[in-house]
């Protein structure tokens, strides 16, 4: 499996920008599909977004369509959430996910590999 560990989260106010990172280890980085997803306090994880293998055919949540972008950098393994105009309806633990067993996926049965999650706090 492959290890992923998330970063750049903090607290931001409403209307502001944060990038994530999600740094992995272990296999091929190709070799996987990827995706974030968010867990709110007393709700369920919520699916962000995802990317394909090939870095293409990004793929979003209505919630976030048109002011977060996914994205992922092979050379030094590296995906990334670029997250602007901001709500505090964002605000949740930011989780990076792996799999190899699908070309895309964006349901959190279909991952097997998980980040700690990085929190992300937007103020009004």
């Known amino acids: 499996q492959v290890q992923l560990v998330e970063s750049g989260g903090g607290l931001v106010q409403a209307g502001g920008s944060l990038r994530l990172s999600c740094a992995a280890s272990?296999?091929?980085?190709?070799?996987?599909?990827m995706a974030w997803f968010r867990q709110a306090p007393g709700k369920e994880r919520e699916f962000v977004a995802a990317i394909s293998r090939s870095g293409d055919s990004p793929y979003y949540s209505d919630s976030v369509k048109g002011r977060f972008t996914i994205s992922r950098d092979v050379a030094i393994n590296t995906m990334y959430l670029q997250m602007n105009n901001l709500k505090p309806e964002d605000t949740a633990a930011y989780f990076c996910a792996a799999t190899t067993k699908f070309w895309l996926a964006t349901r959190p049965l279909d991952f097997d590999s998980w980040g700690q999650g990085t929190q992300v706090t937007v103020s009004s």
């Open positions: 272990g296999r091929t980085f190709s070799s996987y599909a």
